[in-house]
């Protein structure tokens, strides 16, 4: 210790401080109505405890003050004045301490006297230890709506078995902020009996975050607002006593350190519609789960500043869809159609979860982190694609692999994965739909002479061009890609329009058409086909439908351009080049 107390001294013997003692002038307290006149001024005062105008001087210059009169004149009469604001005037006291001269005791109970209307009291930053002199105060301003108390350091503070020596009965709002007062305090000071109307209570900026033994019970039934901010609280634990509230609707917890919003036992907060989490410590969207049932009717949330904003790529549309009765998040209005949007897309991030999902447990672990997943079901209906696994679960349907013997689970790929970005392509070839007028036979005919299709099943990213398409589909049956063509089968279908004579037959000569095609009637027509006659009926023309067919020109435009969704049906068919001779 004896080293402790003497490091820092330097031994030699010229040594001295680098602050002159006489550098700086102490602060001297000075009373509240002191403080009044120095930034006020008063004109009820002699003109000798006046003293005379002050000289203002700019860089060296003497300069006058033009038409201040006026304003220090209205300033002057306090009894007109509504603002009040003596922040950081070294006020300890009400009067003036009995060293003063008697004469300007007497002026300050004589202002005092007349009654003073003010409506806001700004007294933060000052030497206030005694709340009573508080008290003393406020009891000239009857009509004082609004009282900031921060940063001053109160020792005395009424007990809970003290009776209030003053009154606040018009008091709406008190802030007390940075006042270092405990919980211990804050439950005795701040009751119904004291403020009977106090509606907006500032705690910010205290160490509130070791409750006692017996919880904060705050007695303030017409208590609108309570500001917690930066009060180091974790959890919302410490906070269960104020659910009885009945009359809080605006909770305030920014910059608290807050992990989480889940509590043991749950709490509900069941008035409360404005809630603010700026700057906490709530790292992922799953932790707003607890919201709605802790803050059943929240209407406005603050969420900016925080780490769940950067957790996922749309962190606004994922919060309005978790939380159904918000209306306003982070000082924007939600209107309807964002709501539905953001539902929407709520339900498309959860249904690749649901499609991943093998088990009962792994189900219902996904809807316990999606609360709204059934809300959101029973509003939008549930997606196709879940409905399609459910109904293969039931069938035990299975897709075949390309060799034919080994039946597997078609895979299942989630949202923003590698396996997302990939199409699956059905392959078949057909020899009816191919040109073989070729004289020769050819490999690639003769290994399909037997059978009309074989299909091949691969899975291709969707920025494949089709010129890589094309060169991967001639390695698969062997064929140039020159002479390949593919036909993309859609699941749209367009209609066959009523058939025409002048449609079965494409000569323009009359004589071959009266020996080609003749007319029976207006509801039928008589065509030649190879020595053979057939009857076409126009009515069963008009009900005829044929699937829609695109074919996949070659180009360096990826197949997505082309194709929608995950699976896609291509016909291969092949080309006789001898027709471009």
Known sequence: MADMAKRGRSKAPTAASFIRPDSKRIDIPQSFLSAVREKYGSGDMPQDVKGGPSIIVISGKEVDEVGFDAISTKLSAWSDLTIVSLDGLRI????????????????????????????????????????????????????????????????????????????????????????????????????????????????????????????????????????????????????????????????????????????????????????????????????????PTTFPIVSSLKTTRTPLTTSHPSPRLITIARLPSLTILNNTPIPPHERQNSEIYYLSTITPLFLATKTDEEEKTVVEEHPQWGHLREKYGEPE???????????????????????????????LSLGANLITFTFYYSLSRSSSDSPTSSPSQEQFKNTERQQHIREIPKQTNIYRLKSLVGRIYSIPCMEIRLVLETDEWDPVPAAKPEDDDWSCSEDEWSEDAGVKSDDSTEVKEGGKKRKRDKEKDKNLWVRREIELVDST?????????REARVRVERRDLRMFD
């Open 385 to 415: 694609s879940i409905t399609q696994k459910r109904h293969a679960q039931t069938s035990s349907s299975q897709i075949t692999s390309s060799n034919g013997n080994e039946n597997k689970e078609k895979p299942i790929y989630p949202s």
């Open 92 to 291: 300890d006291s009400l009067y003036h301490k009995p060293s003063h001269s008697k004469q300007v005791h007497e002026a300050d109970i004589r202002v005092l006297s007349s009654g003073l209307k003010w409506k806001e009291l700004d007294l933060s930053r000052n030497l206030f230890d005694d709340w009573h002199e508080i008290t003393n105060i406020c009891s000239f301003t009857k009509e004082l709506r609004v009282l900031n108390l921060n940063g001053n350091r109160f020792k005395n503070i009424p007990t809970e078995h003290d009776e209030p020596s003053g009154t606040f009965e018009q008091l709406t709002a008190l802030s007390l902020a940075k006042t270092a007062v405990k919980w211990d305090n804050i439950r005795t000071l701040c009751t119904q009996q004291r403020f009977p109307n106090l509606q907006s209570l500032s705690l910010a900026f205290n160490p509130l975050y070791k409750p006692p033994k017996h919880l904060l019970s705050l007695d303030l039934p017409t208590l609108t607002t309570l500001d917690l901010t930066s009060c180091d609280f974790c959890t919302l634990q410490p906070l269960s006593s104020l659910t009885h509230l009945p009359a809080l609707s605006t909770l305030i917890l920014r910059s608290n350190p807050l992990t989480t919003l889940t509590t043991r036992p749950p709490i509900v907060f069941p008035h409360l519609k404005t809630l603010d989490l700026t700057s906490t410590h709530l790292t992922s969207l799953s932790c707003l789960n607890p919201i």
């Open 557 to 565: 435009r990826p197949v997505a351009f082309w194709v929608e969704g």
